[in-house]
Each structure stands twice: as C-alpha cells, then as structure tokens.
C-alpha cells in the first residue's frame, strides 16, 4: 500500500489479508423462492433494515409466535454486557415445544422420529413425548429436584436425550448436557462446576456395532462429585450394569412410581434453561449459559426463517445433543414450531458409508443439516455410496461448525441436493444460541464458502483492532455490535470471565474468536480462528482459504495449515493432508499440490512443507486441533505438551508424529 506523509497511521497490523476469490453465485430455484417464506433479497433486506431500525418492536413482534403465560413489560434492557430480554414475561420451554401442539392436527404427529444404529426405529408423536417428559419430570420431583436446581445429562443419542432436556426445562432445572462421548474426568469436571446433585445417563449406547457402557464413566466420575445423590439410568443396551443401591434407580422403574400429570412451571424469562460447556483452546471450559425466552426465540425463529420448517416436513440433524447445534437444532427449534425430528443415533459409516443415505431414503428426509468435516468424508469415502439412494425428497440442505471450502460446498449441492436445495451455511457459536449469519434459502443468492448475511437484529461488522470497521475484502475481527436475544448471559459462576472473553477486545462489542471480510455484496467470509492465523513475511493468511485451496487439489480429501517459526519469514506454512480413497503419496505429490496453491492463491500462500496424514485430529465435534498440528510442526522430536483430553482419536496424533520429516 503507498504511504504518504499525510496519511494516519498504517492500517492495524491485525488485518487478515485476502487471497481466495470464490466467483460463482447461485440462486435458489424459483421454484424455492416462491413457497419459502422470504423469497425475494429484497423482501430480506427491508426486513433486516427493520429489525435494526426499531429492535424492540420487531422482537416484540416474533415473540408472539411463543406462548406465554404471562405478556413481558419491556423487550430488551441493556446494561452492558448483561442483557435481558422479554423482561416481566412467564412463560415454559418445554410448554412451548409439546403442551401448545396437543390442541390441534399436531397432537398425534411424529415429534421425534428414533433409528437406533442397529436398526431399530422408534415414533413419538408429540401427545407421547409430552407423556414421557411429564414422567420423567415427576421422577425428578421425586428425587429432591426443585426450580433453579442443576441436571447433568449424560446421554447417548436416544429419545431419552430430548426427553430430559424438556422434562428439566418443565421444572425449571437448567441442564447442563455432557457429550457421552467424553471421559469420566470431562463429566466430573463439569457436574461439580455446576454444582449438580443428580444426573441422568444410560446403561451404554451403540456405535459402530458395538454396545459400549455410558454409565460405567458415570461411576468412576462419581468418585469425585460429593454432591450427587441420585443417577437416573435408563435402559438402552440392557448390558450388565453394577447399581448402587439407594444412588442408581433405573428410569423405567422409577416411572412406574409416578403420574403422568406435571403442569409445567410458570417462569421467567430469564429464568435459565441449560448451561452448556465449550472447551476452547486454552483453560477450563466455560459453562456457557442460556435463559429461556431470548434463547427460545432466537430457535424457534432461525428454525422457521433459515430451514423453512413446515409440520409435514422430516427434518434431519445430524448434531449430538452435546453440542449446541444438538440443543437448538435437534430439539428446541424443531419441537417449538410443531416438526419432526429424525435422530439417528450412530455412526455415518455403519454398518457401511452409506448410512446417512440410507436414513434420508427410508424416512424421506426433506431438510438435511450436518458439518463440512462429515461432509469431506462422504467425498473421501467416494460417490458409489450414493448411488443405490433416492434423495429426492430433500429440499434444504444445511452446514455448520466450520467454515464450508467450496469444493465441499459444490459436491454437496451437486450429489446431495441434486443442484435444487438451497444450502444454508449457517454461522454462529454456543455462545450465540442461534443462526447469526446464513443465506435465506429462497432469497439470497448463495455463494459457496461464505455464511452470506446477517439474520434479523444481527448487527454484525469486520473491524480492525481499534474497533473501526474495514473496507471490503480486508479481514479482520468479526464483531457483533448490539445485544440479541439468545445471546449467552454470562459464563455460569464467572461473570468477570465474560466480560474478559467477550466484551473485552474491543469495549462495548460482542468478539468470540472469528477473523472474516466481507465482500463487496456484503456477503460475510469466515477466515477462521484468529488464534490461527498465519503470519508469512508480513501478510496475515487465514486458515480457511488456504485450506479451502488445499481441499480443491483433485488428490485431497482434506488439509489443516498450521504456520512453523521460520527465521526468514516469521512463519513458514505446513500443511497437513489426507488423500482421497486410492491415491498414493508421492513426492511428485507434493510438488503437485504446493502448485495448486501458488495457482489459487499465490505464491505466499504455498506450503513449505506437506505433509500426508492417514487422518487429522480433530475434537469430537469434528473440529481440527490446529494448536496441536502447530506442536507437532514444530517440534523437531514430535512431543507434544498440549492438552488432548478432547482429541477424538489419540492414533491419529501417534501416527502424524511417525510420519515427521
Ligand atoms: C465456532 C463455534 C455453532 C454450532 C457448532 C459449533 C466455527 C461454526 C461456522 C460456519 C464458519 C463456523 C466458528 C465459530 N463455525 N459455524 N458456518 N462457517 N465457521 O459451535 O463449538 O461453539 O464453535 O465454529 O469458528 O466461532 P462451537
């Protein structure tokens, strides 16, 4: 950039610099567009405008599409960083998904449809899930547990996973949902940092063919929760399971000892519903906590707006309860607006890659929402998978948790969505309880890799480290400028870290982690976590263009760039591969796809080494750990001192030191 004498100080050094240019566009059929329920840019936008214009009113005005036992006074009241919204109004989550759909055509239609990886396949219509949560709502009476009282869930994906959820939220107990997936030391950690003394889980749950026991973490976390009186188990695999007498009761039985009647509790809005934990890089993991109303609205509305639920639709996440998407998506948002929800509750690739094609053909999927990360595994595992399968009915097709490359973006639309589903890139956190950034299926024109544009009441920008927003196509921070309301409230018990994490970066501003730029349209590009990015003989390279320029090579299924200190350029970049099934490496390789790179990119962006992976490590929500690729980049010995209690798969670690240069 020129200087000139006169011209302030140079731009903020934190500005990420730009190198990928997606050029292709595409609209959603007209045929979309013309049942969706905003099928114009236009009709959007205004809408947008409106949202930002007068927030209270436009809130005030979806939030009619809860019920509430009680009108609210006052929509919004900031006192920066807490909000509270719906301030005055009573109302019931789990009333909201079940209780206010038996009056109608929804009393005796499918609320949850269940396939358990064995096969099995189990229906709930909303009048039998309302019946089961009611029970189990009792059963937690039963055992002391009072409004305001913490649950842990510790649960494989089974209906009982969205029972409990809503039974809690009927009386008022947040819950605090542990992935059963992580270790007996994860749950322990997280039931005394919320302070539960009861918690729900199973005998065991299947994946890839095989029972694996649930409540035997249970115990051994057990060991260090003084606090915990009761373990609710319920059946699932009916594998030998030691109880403990006057600890562990068996759920089926304990509900024999009940009633089904339970009125759900009147409570405030900011009454708090659940209390999830994300675990970063760094540090404990933060209880990030969720209230009722703002949370509920903030489901129920991306649900209706972004995925155009409609009652006869079968919807399909592929999320665990676990995670956010898992609470919002695989159960508040659908229950709220009366849909169906198919839960799957194993592995995509049993008993063969095909599964998830399998379930959408079975059950007649029409909106399919999952993650790039599975995604570029259908691509690894090859397109015969698909064949024998009529995908016919989908209609939408939805991405999260990473930033999508577009190479993945276009197989998706091509193979799965047969070139006429809207694919909706939704951007957003734990943190953020709902969408914050996606296209409108039937009204914004989609771009493949970038989230596109804000939802209602969403005043997102890109600033530099002062604050100052940046022209287009210059990265920076991506902020988030007013308070929305399913906004976290604070971290539980941590008030000062939450004004530290997310409000500290720049004052006055949401900032959780994401570098991005906008486009010329306006359009959102997530760069990746600033944590991430590389610095190479001074530009600033986020790690997703780079990686979206990997992935694009027809020889990779999948890449993660990490940088290595480098004395000439600061940062010299590594990138780790995998390979498609049935390509060898070679150095010739190597050679082919540094290349491919200099060719999409530049010559800045070009690895300085690759490196080929059997797999890369990734969390059990699919992410890559970048910070550990970092230490193995790094370290000429391969040790590595990070923590890898959330790594999904230690050989994958193991194997990528082996295969060191
Ligand atoms: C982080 C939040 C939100 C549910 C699942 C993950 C990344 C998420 C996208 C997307 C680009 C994305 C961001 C964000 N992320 N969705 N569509 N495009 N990046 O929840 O574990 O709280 O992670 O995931 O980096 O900050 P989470």
């Known amino acids: 950039m020129p200087m000139t004498t006169s011209s302030p100080a140079p731009a903020a050094t934190t500005n990420i610099d730009s190198m990928l240019k997606e050029k292709r566009v595409f609209k959603p059929t007209a045929k979309f567009s013309k049942e969706a329920r905003i099928g114009t840019l236009k009709k959007y936008k205004k809408m947008h405008r409106a949202s930002l214009r007068n927030p209270d009113k436009f809130w005030g005005k979806l939030a009619e599409d809860l019920s509430w036992f ?49 096969g099995e396949v189990v229906t709930l219509t909303y009048l039998q899930l309302h019946r089961e949560v009611c029970l189990l709502a009792n059963v937690l009476k039963k055992h002391g547990v009072k409004s305001g009282d913490r649950v842990m869930i510790y649960l494989p994906m089974i209906p009982e996973a969205v029972t409990a959820m809503l039974a809690c939220a009927r009386i008022g107990a947040p819950h605090s949902v542990v992935f059963s997936g992580f270790s007996a030391e994860a749950l322990k950690e997280r039931t005394n940092d919320c302070g539960a003394k009861i918690i729900i889980t199973s005998d065991g749950g299947y994946r890839r063919g095989s029972a694996l ?15 915990v009186k009761s373990v609710l188990v319920v059946q699932r695999t009916k594998m030998e399971t030691p109880m403990t007498p006057g600890r562990d009761f068996w759920l089926h039985e304990e509900a024999q000892t009940v009633n089904a009647v339970c009125e759900p509790a009147v409570l405030d809005s900011e009454h708090p519903l659940f209390i999830l934990y994300t675990s970063g890089s760094t540090g404990k993991p933060k209880g990030i906590l969720h209230t009722t109303a703002g949370y509920l609205l903030g489901c129920h509305t991306t649900t209706k707006y972004y995925f155009d639920l409609r009652p006869e639709d079968v919807y399909f996440c592929t999320a665990d309860v676990g995670w956010i998407t898992g609470h919002s998506y695989v159960a508040y948002g659908v229950l709220s607006n009366g849909g169906t929800s198919l839960i799957y509750e194993g592995a995509p690739n049993f008993p063969e890659p095909d599964r998830f094609w399998r379930l959408i053909d079975k059950h007649k999927v029409n909106i399919f929402y999952t993650a790039p990360t599975a995604i570029r595994s259908f691509i690894k595992w090859g397109d015969d998978w698909l064949a024998p399968h009529d995908l016919s009915s989908l209609r939408l097709l939805g991405s999260v948790g990473e930033p999508i490359n577009p190479e993945a973006w276009i197989w998706f639309y091509e193979k799965i969505g047969g070139k006429r589903c809207p694919i909706v890139d939704t951007w957003w956190q734990t943190e953020t309880g709902a969408h914050m950034i996606a296209p409108m299926p039937g009204a914004t024109p989609m771009k493949p890799g970038s989230a596109t544009l804000p939802f209602f009441g969403v005043d997102a920008a890109v600033v530099d480290d002062r604050g100052r927003e940046v022209g287009p196509n210059v990265g920076g921070k991506l902020v988030i400028k007013r308070p929305w309301p399913s906004m976290l409230r604070s971290i539980y018990g941590d008030a000062t870290r ?94 082919s796809i540094r290349a491919h790179v200099g060719k999409e990119i530049g010559p800045i962006a070009k690895p300085d080494d690759v490196r080929f992976a059997e797999g890369l490590p990734k969390t059990r929500s699919g992410k890559i ?37």
Not at 82 to 90: D, I, L, M, N, P
Not at 515 to 527: E, M, T
Not at 556 to 581: C, H, S, W, Y
Request: proline share 6%; net charge positive.
């Open 498 to 591: 939450y004004r530290k994490t997310y409000w500290s970066e720049i004052p006055g501003v949401y900032f959780a982690g994401d570098g991005a730029r906008r486009d010329k349209d306006g359009y959102f590009w997530i760069q990746g976590r600033i944590d991430d990015v590389l610095n190479v003989a001074g530009h600033r390279l986020g790690t997703s263009e780079v990686e979206s320029a990997l992935a694009s090579h027809p020889d990779i299924a999948e890449a993660a760039v990490v940088g290595r200190p480098d004395e000439m350029k600061g940062q010299a970049v590594v990138a780790f591969v995998t390979l498609k099934n049935g390509v060898t490496a070679s150095p010739a390789l190597k050679e």
């Open 70 to 118: 009680k009108p609210w006074k006052k929509v919004c009241v900031w006192k920066p960083p807490f909000a509270e919204w719906f301030v005055g109004g009573k109302l019931n989550a789990s009333y909201n998904c079940l209780d206010r759909h038996l009056t109608g055509p929804l009393r005796n239609k499918a609320a949850i449809i269940w396939e358990g990886e064995p």
């Open 213 to 227: 026991a649930v409540k035997a973490n249970v115990d051994k976390a057990l060991d260090g929760c003084p606090k």
């Open 625 to 661: 750990m970048r910070r550990l690729l970092k230490e193995v980049a790094a370290s000429p010995n391969g040790i590595i001192h990070g923590d890898t209690t959330t790594l999904e798969d230690l050989n994958v670690l193991a194997k990528l030191k082996e295969t060191g240069e």
